[in-house]
């Protein structure tokens, strides 16, 4: 047998000795190196790689662990070298997005450990769901902020962390679950099943754990209609007007509720343009009489007609931005903001270019185009 081969047998039985001395004084070198595997990825092994193929660093890495060697004299000094290098820093201190807990799976059975109660929502950073819900879950967090003592708001990527996901029966993102203080056994954890705004949320929260929410008052963009002022906004000859019609139960109104608020505030500086909303629950009068049937319906009433259109675009933030550009002649863009072509009046474009390449020109073509643009309708 070669040298070479009778020495890679020879460290084999090292490390096994060294295992099983360790697992009889009861440390977990074993499991440490497992867990050190079972996180190896792509990107680590690159990493890895890249750190080797260097004769530098490859050689700076050999004389450090004979440096290590050098104060070694007897097994436990090995297991404790061991214990060092095998011994990755662990996720399990508490970090926080906003007043969110971010758990992971070092940390989560510490912070959820039945001290207190907990609502955790299982997610994915790629879920279109999870994002929309991401804004109203850092508000939930901020509204129970003054009751981190008694309450936790946390949340835990279960895409990546797919084990206790598992454990929990998380199935589809987000899932909220809610841990009763107290409670360990995922048997006993109970699934929120109700709606996805902050009221909601937060009433689950009080009503479950018995704190009382701070709920910052936040002003609205939507203009809020009742039997008394419907007509003289809805029918404005003068205006464009979409209208929400819904109930104050109606679980998909609540989902919708975030997207109408961007919506509202992203148009709320377009002068002919309104986004409003009427509880035809409460106010079946006016219900009936646009023949309201379900929540949420939404109605488009164009500026000068007397009679609504129904809006059958999507109902995320793209579909009603697109159908309000097109019938409120805006320029809006998704995510906030304005397309590059707002602001621009077509019949100026040639005076633009003009302006441009004639230099000597230029005193007078402000004029012209100031003299153009003062009467515009639009600001």
């Not at 001395?21 to 890895?48: P, W």
């Amino acid at each position: 047998m070669s040298f070479l081969k009778k020495l890679f047998f020879f460290l084999i039985a090292a490390n096994a000795a060294f295992l099983g001395y360790d697992f009889y004084l009861g440390g977990r070198v074993a499991y440490d190196l497992v867990d050190n595997v079972k996180q190896l990825n792509q990107e680590k092994l690159n990493y890895y790689f890249n750190e080797l193929k260097s004769p530098e660093k490859l050689a700076g890495h050999v004389n450090n662990a004979f440096g290590q060697l050098k104060d070694i004299n007897s097994l436990d000094d090995i297991l404790q070298l061991v214990r060092r290098s095998t011994s990755l820093p662990k996720s399990s201190i508490v970090t926080y997005d906003g007043n969110v807990v971010v758990l992971t799976d070092d940390n989560f059975h510490t912070v959820i450990d039945g001290s207190k109660p907990a609502l955790v929502e299982f997610y994915a950073p790629w879920c279109g769901h999870c994002k929309k819900l991401a804004p109203t879950y850092a508000q939930l967090g901020d509204a129970f902020a003054h009751q981190k003592d008694n309450v936790i708001i946390a949340k835990f990527n279960a895409d990546e962390h797919r084990n206790t996901g598992a454990v929990y029966g998380v199935k589809g993102f987000p899932t909220l679950k809610w841990f009763p203080k107290g409670v360990k056994n995922p048997e006993e954890v109970e699934q929120y099943q109700g709606g996805r705004d902050l009221s909601s949320l937060a009433s689950f929260v009080q009503e479950k754990s018995g704190v009382a929410p701070r709920i910052k008052a936040k002003k609205s963009d939507v203009v809020e209609l009742t039997t008394k002022n419907f007509h003289q906004v809805a029918l404005n000859p003068k205006k464009n007007v979409l209208v929400e019609f819904y109930a104050s139960w109606c679980g998909h109104c609540k989902n919708l509720a975030p997207i109408y608020e961007t919506i509202a505030t992203a148009y709320s500086g377009v002068e002919n343009c309104v986004v409003a909303k009427i509880d035809a629950d409460k106010e079946r009068d006016i219900g009936a009489e646009f023949d309201i049937s379900g929540y949420p319906t939404i109605k488009f009433f164009p500026a000068g007609e007397s009679e609504p259109v129904a809006y059958e675009g999507g109902r995320n933030e793209a579909g009603f931005i697109e159908f309000l550009n097109k019938h409120c002649n805006a320029q809006r863009a998704v995510g906030g903001g304005l397309l590059p072509a707002a602001g621009r009046i077509g019949h100026l474009d040639e005076k633009a270019i003009e302006f441009i390449k004639n230099p000597a020109a230029r005193e007078q073509i402000q004029k012209e185009v100031a003299d153009a643009v003062k009467d515009h309708a639009s600001r």
